[in-house]
């Protein structure tokens, strides 16, 4: 009988060390997996927003991260003074700089774009109305 309790002991106990060994595991890879997917692109995002920040020049187009259009007419350590329109400037913090706006890109875009069709295809099938149809028939 002692035998038998004994053994029957060291199995639970060795099915103890094995499970938490699965446990281990399991977190790794949850841990990789977060890493992989979560926190590595965010730094590369953060990365790239402080290069940008760090770029600007006077006289960029930018963007603000709240929508506010401008051009940067004066850079200083932690904020910028951004001419929104004639004889208005903004001071805003650089980090408020959400992208730099590329005029020559917008143009390219457009003069590479085709012709509307469907513009065309309304012109052409304008026609006078029916009465100015019927009228113009009556004579």
Known sequence: M??????????????QVASAGGTFVQLALILLIFYLFLIRPQQKRMRAHF?????????????TSSGVYGTVKKLSEKDIDLEIAPNVVIKVERMAVGAVVNPEVKSVQKSENKPDVKKENKTAKKSAPKSVKAKS???
Not at 2 to 15: K, L, M, Q, R
Not at 51 to 63: H, S
């Open 51 to 63: 290069d940008l920040v760090n770029a600007l020049k006077i006289g960029d187009k930018v963007v």
């Open 2 to 15: 002692f035998i038998n309790e004994a053994f029957a002991a060291s199995t639970v106990a060795s099915s």
């Open 137 to 139: 028939a009556k004579k």
